[in-house]
């Protein structure tokens, strides 16, 4: 208490000191004094206030203590006189035994009186049910049933209570109500029959399907009451619980099974389409029924019975199963398809759930799949597999086919532009466009995959393609006069290969994605790559052609006949516009092509005719009727060629310039300047060689050996360099030795 005091004048004087710190504050001495006196009185009046209700709580606590005191005494009081009371009346209740076998005998009698007039009208009640079913009123069916049940079920019921262990009794009232039992299956099979049909029932007589729920939902109120005594009693009467909802949604499910199973009308040896009118059926039905659950039949059941919504998963897992059947058969390819776009596909579209009618009550999110992932994927395993062995067989066939018309008698059509062409590209293009449509029908993964197969497939094709266009050609070859329209099939086929490459882009924009492109277009270069080199090939085999029919004329060159005047020229250059003219039909990219080899062979072979030393002129006069001539001739070929290759925008006039170059060194008539007029040729001619330099200084006749050693050796010193637009022209020709240059002449 002392601490507390000093605590407090402490506190006092640093306040006072606090408020007296300044002369002129002690003028106010008074005042602060007053103030704190207030403050004062009014924390001592809180005070006592707060002790004064403590007090207060204090004491009422006490009074309620004490009064909990006297009652628990006086229950302490009641306790020991209920005690005394329960042992003084136990010899009591033990001598009222009998008045409670006559209380329960008495509850048996009234109940028996109670239901004495159902006792003896149960024969005249079944047989007024039993018409009542076979009439088809089967709520009155069924309240009599509920009458005889009842007197039935309380006569069993009291007979328990009195004595449970009696089984004659309880089998002697079985056997009087055993007819109820009878009509109670019978009632269940008249609705059972109404729900197999409930679909049509629904729409031709709806209340017939309500009296049925009705009645199936009367049975359910009995049977959770029955199920509650139960619990009490421990009594069950024969036949409870019937379980008819249960049942109810079994025969559903039961139906629907069989209304899935019953859509196949046909098999595969009746009608190839078999499958997809089973699924057409399928599909027809379900949505209808469906429509019709969602319309028609919620009204005809109560909400908390869900009835769309069994029904809809009833559908659902019968189709599932019903899907898993087919996957699980031999199916052919077209078969799988058409399963998997069903599942896949046409399940989910509007056609079928995604149906506006169907809508929002159909979730396609909540449904799991018809098939499963590893289903799918054996299914498309073997749709891949099959397909890949139907494309091989049917490449192969169309192959064979196209085959056949290259002997034909007759030309071969031409498309719309005029130029030849064979029905292969088309038929191998919608072989591999009605398998892209079908596989996009399923899904794009399958399209990618089916895509891939079919330019892998493309690319061995190709191949094939290529070795039976080379035996063509061979077969030719050996006997020229068969077929007789080797040329016009040559055309087609090399007109076939732009077809092809221009059909394999197509497709590829049309049924590729930007994203997978990369990966599949690798194939791309393979296939153009054979397809050129088929084209070049047919392009070689038509020169061919052409040169073998020039020969003759060709070995006339730089000879001493064409020096007297042979129209060797003139005749190369009918034949070959002949021939030209034959190759009108060959499409523009090929036949330029085409005309450009042709201008450079022909060149070639004249530049051979030279440097094989046919010739060896023996004056001026006659290296320059030779030269001249040369130059004539090369102009002419100058002629043909642009003739030829008018339209194609290129210039070849280069090829003839080597003739013309050529016949410059032989006609020089000073020997001095022979060197500089080499020098200039083997300059524009980078791949000139020396024995070509040699042929050609044979040929003029008057150069001593001195000066073509000293030419030789002069240009060896400094080759030159061939630019990159540069043709070789040279390089090809051979220069024979002495000898056969001396049996030549």
Same mark, same amino acid.
């Given at each position: 208490?002392?601490?507390?005091?000093?605590?407090?004048?402490?506190?006092?004087?640093?306040?006072?000191?606090?408020?007296?710190?300044?002369?002129?504050?002690?003028?106010?001495?008074?005042?602060?004094?007053?103030?704190?006196?207030?403050?004062?009185?009014?924390?001592?009046?809180?005070?006592?206030?707060?002790?004064?209700?403590?007090?207060?709580?204090?004491?009422?606590?006490?009074?309620?203590?004490?009064?909990?005191?006297?009652?628990?005494?006086?229950?302490?009081?009641?306790?020991?006189?209920?005690?005394?009371?329960?042992?003084?009346?136990?010899?009591?209740?033990?001598?009222?035994?009998?008045?409670?076998?006559?209380?329960?005998?008495?509850?048996?009698?009234?109940?028996?009186?109670?239901?004495?007039?159902?006792?003896?009208?149960?024969?005249?009640?079944?047989?007024?049910?039993?018409?009542?079913?076979?009439?088809?009123?089967? &709520?009155?069916?069924?309240?009599?049933?509920?009458?005889?049940? $009842?007197?039935?079920?309380?006569?069993?019921?009291?007979?328990?209570?009195?004595?449970?262990?009696?089984?004659?009794?309880?089998?002697?009232?079985?056997?009087?109500?055993?007819?109820?039992?009878?009509?109670?299956?019978?009632?269940?099979?008249?609705?059972?029959?109404?729900?197999?049909?409930?679909?049509?029932?629904?729409?031709?007589?709806?209340?017939?399907?309500?009296?049925?729920?009705?009645?199936?939902?009367?049975?359910?109120?009995?049977?959770?009451?029955? &199920?509650?005594?139960?619990?009490?009693?421990?009594?069950?009467?024969?036949?409870?619980?019937?379980?008819?909802?249960?049942?109810?949604?079994?025969?559903?499910?039961?139906?629907?099974?069989?209304?899935?199973?019953?859509?196949?009308?046909?098999?595969?040896?009746?009608?190839?389409?078999?499958?997809?009118?089973?699924?057409?059926?399928?599909?027809?039905?379900?949505?209808?029924?469906?429509?019709?659950?969602?319309?028609?039949?919620?009204?005809?059941?109560?909400?908390?019975?869900?009835?769309?919504?069994?029904?809809?998963?009833?559908?659902?897992?019968?189709?599932?199963?019903?899907?898993?059947?087919?996957?699980?058969?031999?199916?052919?390819?077209?078969?799988?398809?058409?399963?998997?776009?069903?599942?896949?596909?046409?399940?989910?579209?509007?056609?079928?759930?995604?149906?506006?009618?169907?809508?929002?009550?159909?979730?396609?999110?909540?449904?799991?799949?018809?098939?499963?992932?590893?289903?799918?994927?054996?299914?498309?395993?073997?749709?891949?597999?099959?397909?890949?062995?139907?494309?091989?067989?049917?490449?192969?066939?169309?192959?064979?086919?196209?085959?056949?018309?290259?002997?034909?008698?007759?030309?071969?059509?031409?498309?719309?532009?005029?130029?030849?062409?064979?029905?292969?590209?088309?038929?191998?293009?919608?072989?591999?466009?009605?398998?892209?449509?079908?596989?996009?029908?399923?899904?794009?993964?399958?399209?990618?995959?089916?895509?891939? &197969?079919?330019?892998?497939?493309?690319?061995?094709?190709?191949?094939?393609?290529?070795?039976?266009?080379?035996?063509?050609?061979?077969?030719?070859?050996?006997?020229?006069?068969?077929?007789?329209?080797?040329?016009?099939?040559?055309?087609?086929?090399?007109?076939? $290969?732009?077809?092809?490459?221009?059909?394999?882009?197509?497709?590829?924009?049309?049924?590729?994605?930007?994203?997978?492109?990369?990966?599949?277009?690798?194939?791309?270069?393979?296939?153009?790559?054979?397809?050129?080199?088929?084209?070049?090939?047919?392009?070689?085999?038509?020169?061919?052609?052409?040169?073998?029919?020039?020969?003759?004329?060709?070995?006339?060159?730089?000879?001493?006949?064409?020096? &007297?005047?042979?129209?060797?020229?003139?005749?190369?250059?009918?034949?070959?516009?002949?021939?030209?003219?034959?190759?009108?039909?060959?499409?523009?990219?090929?036949?330029?092509?085409?005309?450009?080899?042709?201008?450079?062979?022909?060149?070639?072979?004249?530049?051979?005719?030279?440097?094989?030393?046919?010739?060896?002129?023996?004056?001026?006069?006659?290296?320059?009727?030779?030269?001249?001539?040369?130059?004539?001739?090369?102009?002419?070929?100058?002629?043909?060629?642009?003739?030829?290759?008018?339209?194609?925008?290129?210039?070849?006039?280069?090829? $003839?310039?080597?003739?013309?170059?050529?016949?410059?060194?032989?006609?020089?008539?000073?020997?001095?300047?022979?060197?500089?007029?080499?020098?200039?040729?083997?300059?524009?001619?980078?791949?000139?060689?020396?024995?070509?330099?040699?042929?050609?200084?044979?040929?003029?006749?008057?150069?001593?050996?001195?000066?073509?050693?000293?030419?030789?050796?002069?240009?060896?010193?400094?080759?030159?360099?061939?630019?990159?637009?540069?043709?070789?022209?040279?390089?090809?020709?051979?220069?024979?030795?002495?000898?056969?240059?001396?049996?030549?002449?």
């Amino acid at each position: 208490m002392k601490e507390t005091d000093r605590e407090a004048v402490a506190t006092a004087v640093q306040r006072v000191a606090g408020m007296l710190q300044r002369p002129d504050q002690l003028d106010k001495v008074e005042q602060y004094r007053r103030r704190e006196a207030r403050k004062k009185a009014s924390v001592e009046a809180r005070l006592k206030a707060a002790i004064q209700s403590q007090l207060d709580g204090v004491r009422t606590g006490l009074s309620q203590l004490h009064n909990a005191l006297n009652d628990v005494k006086d229950i302490q009081q009641s306790l020991a006189d209920v005690s005394k009371d329960w042992r003084q009346s136990i010899n009591t209740i033990e001598s009222l035994k009998d008045v409670k076998d006559a209380v329960v005998q008495h509850s048996q009698l009234a109940a028996a009186v109670e239901n004495l007039k159902n006792i003896f009208s149960v024969p005249e009640i079944v047989r007024e049910t039993q018409d009542l079913i076979e009439q088809g009123a089967l &709520l009155q069916a069924h309240r009599k049933l509920m009458d005889l049940e $009842c007197s039935r079920d309380g006569l069993m019921y009291e007979q328990y209570r009195m004595d449970s262990g009696n089984t004659r009794d309880m089998t002697l009232i079985h056997g009087y109500f055993g007819s109820t039992q009878g009509l109670s299956d019978e009632l269940a099979k008249q609705l059972w029959m109404v729900l197999q049909r409930s679909l049509v029932t629904v729409r031709r007589d709806p209340t017939l399907l309500v009296s049925v729920v009705r009645i199936i939902e009367r049975e359910e109120k009995i049977d959770r009451r029955i &199920l509650d005594r139960k619990k009490q009693t421990g009594f069950v009467p024969p036949g409870r619980p019937k379980n008819w909802k249960e049942k109810m949604f079994a025969i559903l499910e039961r139906t629907v099974i069989t209304r899935i199973e019953g859509t196949q009308a046909d098999t595969r040896e009746s009608d190839k389409m078999w499958l997809v009118r089973h699924l057409e059926i399928i599909r027809k039905y379900v949505l209808d029924d469906l429509i019709v659950a969602k319309n028609l039949m919620v009204q005809c059941f109560p909400p908390h019975y869900e009835i769309f919504k069994n029904l809809l998963s009833m559908y659902h897992q019968a189709l599932s199963t019903r899907m898993q059947e087919l996957a699980s058969e031999d199916l052919e390819a077209n078969e799988i398809v058409s399963l998997l776009t069903w599942v896949l596909n046409t399940y989910t579209s509007t056609e079928m759930m995604r149906n506006v009618e169907l809508a929002p009550e159909v979730d396609i999110g909540t449904l799991e799949p018809l098939l499963s992932p590893h289903v799918v994927s054996e299914l498309l395993d073997t749709y891949m597999s099959t397909l890949t062995s139907n494309i091989i067989a049917w490449l192969r066939k169309a192959l064979e086919t196209d085959k056949k018309d290259w002997v034909k008698e007759t030309e071969p059509e031409a498309d719309q532009d005029g130029y030849y062409q064979t029905t292969l590209p088309a038929i191998v293009f919608q072989m591999f466009e009605q398998n892209l449509q079908v596989a996009a029908q399923i899904s794009e993964d399958l399209k990618t995959k089916v895509l891939v &197969l079919c330019l892998q497939q493309m690319n061995s094709f190709l191949s094939r393609y290529k070795d039976e266009a080379q035996l063509y050609k061979e077969e030719h070859l050996r006997n020229r006069q068969h077929p007789q329209c080797y040329v016009q099939y040559m055309i087609a086929i090399i007109n076939n $290969c732009q077809t092809f490459k221009e059909s394999i882009v197509s497709l590829k924009r049309k049924y590729l994605k930007n994203d997978v492109e990369e990966g599949v277009s690798l194939s791309q270069p393979n296939m153009d790559g054979i397809l050129d080199a088929i084209a070049k090939e047919g392009c070689s085999g038509l020169l061919e052609e052409v040169f073998l029919d020039l020969e003759q004329h060709l070995n006339e060159l730089m000879t001493k006949k064409w020096l &007297l005047g042979s129209n060797a020229v003139d005749i190369i250059c009918v034949t070959v516009e002949d021939y030209f003219n034959d190759f009108a039909k060959i499409k523009k990219l090929y036949k330029k092509r085409m005309t450009a080899e042709a201008h450079r062979r022909v060149v070639v072979e004249y530049l051979r005719a030279v440097m094989q030393k046919r010739i060896s002129f023996r004056s001026p006069e006659e290296r320059k009727e030779g030269a001249e001539k040369m130059v004539r001739e090369a102009e002419q070929l100058r002629f043909l060629f642009r003739k030829l290759a008018s339209g194609f925008g290129e210039d070849a006039d280069g090829y $003839c310039d080597t003739i013309v170059a050529v016949a410059e060194v032989i006609k020089l008539t000073d020997p001095s300047l022979l060197y500089l007029e080499v020098s200039t040729l083997v300059s524009k001619y980078p791949d000139i060689r020396d024995d070509h330099i040699g042929a050609l200084l044979a040929v003029r006749g008057d150069t001593s050996r001195d000066m073509k050693q000293t030419i030789m050796e002069t240009l060896e010193q400094g080759p030159a360099q061939a630019s990159p637009s540069y043709m070789p022209l040279f390089k090809d020709i051979m220069v024979p030795s002495l000898n056969v240059a001396k049996l030549l002449k």
